[in-house]
């Protein structure tokens, strides 16, 4: 990506089974499925939602019981092999002060299940329920900083669970108070090559635009120091992409949502806005997610909320050639249009076979192309050869090559503003690889 790549966004229509719209969610990825959990729209929300990124389809999932989360906002959520975790964010209750507010989500049996935690020694204490935290996975320990922690109100504590082991370990201690990101929450925090990035966000009432590195190696803090970047923001999401951070909307309050897509390069540590291609909308966000999906986003780079992706075996084969199909953009004539690699949203030519979907091969063989109901469509030139597989089988074969080779791009799901009777917002991001 250079410094002038220009992005593209598309909203992307949901059906009316998916979520209704929220903010103050979390959301993370695995195996090419995203997954939601809670927020708010009028009232704190206990729902779970899988969705399937290839399908555009959104699968209702099981939040119920002792094992499972209670309403929640303002929480966190990360993936770890194949275990969901989440973290903090529910009310004021007598719940709150009995035990750690972590629940775990067994991603393959589709299950919440029972994973007390316990404190490193007997005189450290294990957290306490707060919200507006960070959370990331480094290595096997899930890193968690800050929050709003009742009537105490911003905190600078610092975390670290083992996942292996489930004990909780305070890093505050380890910190150089007089150079650490101090009492913070409602910021953003990422993670690229190991190292944990942290910006903005709220120190008690004042909105802060610094910009931390944690280093687990040294146990140190380091404030980055930059001419340029984003202003002072709160409620705004960050994921690393190559060699860089993309950090997207946000506001200095939340009745003030911001369109603003910030680069942030490593290499030469310098801040740059993405500009958006003519005749591409973004929306004003505060208190969204944003989910990476794609090898850029995930091979050397996982972030917070996202899993990585098989490495392929040579970048020369690829069984799918992905391209973009947006609207015309006739205004900006022949030598202005950007070819992009990514997908876009086709109708399928479905036949019904009482309420189970049937291909039709025909117009598959002849359009040469890839559908699953409402789905992301793929230009795929050795699609023929699967018409020897059952349709179950070559739907489960064709969703798992395009998930191996899926086009770079990001998601952001929900955030305010919101619509209270209509399914959530989902907006594909594309940048221009040039």
């Not at 719209?21 to 929300?45: E, F, M, P, Q, W």
């Not at 230009?379 to 770079?408: A, G, R, V, Y």
């Not at 990001?410 to 690889?433: A, H, N, Y």
């Amino acid at each position: 990506m250079s410094q002038n790549s220009p992005c593209l966004w598309n909203q992307l229509p949901q059906s009316v089974s998916a979520p209704c719209d929220r903010y103050k969610h979390a959301c993370c990825s695995a195996d090419g499925n995203v997954y939601i959990l809670g927020g708010r729209n009028n009232s704190t929300l206990r729902d779970f939602w899988s969705y399937s990124v290839v399908r555009n389809q959104w699968t209702e999932l099981s939040c119920i019981g002792e094992t499972a989360p209670e309403e929640v906002e303002e929480h966190s959520m990360v993936v770890h092999k194949g275990f969901i975790y989440v973290f903090g964010g529910t009310l004021d209750s007598a719940y709150a002060s009995l035990r750690c507010p972590l629940w775990v989500f067994d991603i393959a049996k589709r299950k919440w299940m029972d994973c007390p935690t316990k404190a490193i020694s007997s005189q450290t204490p294990i957290p306490s329920n707060r919200k507006s935290h960070s959370a990331v996975v480094v290595g096997s320990s899930m890193l968690v900083y800050g929050g709003f922690i009742d009537i105490k109100g911003s905190s600078q504590e610092f975390w670290s669970l083992n996942l292996d082991t489930m004990v909780w370990s305070l890093l505050t201690d380890l910190q150089q108070r007089s150079l650490s990101p101090g009492p913070r929450h409602s910021h953003s925090a990422m993670l690229y090559q190991s190292c944990m990035y942290l910006f903005g966000g709220l120190k008690g009432l004042k909105e802060q635009r610094d910009f931390w590195r944690w280093n687990p190696a040294s146990c140190t803090w380091s404030l980055l120091k930059t001419k340029s970047g984003p202003s002072k923001l709160i409620g705004h999401s960050a994921v690393a992409y190559k060699d860089s951070m993309l950090l997207f909307g946000g506001g200095e309050s939340l009745n003030y949502p911001m369109d603003c897509l910030w680069r942030y390069n490593f290499s030469t540590q310098t801040w740059s806005q993405v500009v958006k291609m003519p005749g591409s909308s973004s929306p004003d966000k505060i208190h969204h997610c944003c989910i990476g999906l794609g090898p850029n986003y995930t091979a050397d780079t996982t972030s917070n909320c996202s899993e990585s992706y098989p490495k392929q075996q040579s970048d020369k084969f690829r069984p799918f050639k992905n391209k973009c199909f947006p609207a015309p953009l006739t205004f900006l004539g022949s030598e202005g249009a950007i070819e992009l690699q990514t997908f876009a949203l086709e109708k399928c030519p479905l036949k019904t076979r009482g309420d189970v979907p049937e291909l039709d091969k025909s117009d598959l063989l002849e359009k040469n192309v890839h559908h699953v109901s409402s789905c992301l469509t793929f230009e795929n030139k050795s699609f023929s050869k699967h018409w020897s597989c059952t349709e179950e089988e070559l739907f489960e074969e064709e969703d798992q090559d395009i998930l191996q080779h899926l086009p770079d791009l990001l998601l952001v799901i929900g955030g305010r503003p919101c619509s209270e009777f209509k399914p959530i917002s989902v907006w594909q991001m594309t940048l221009s690889d040039s």
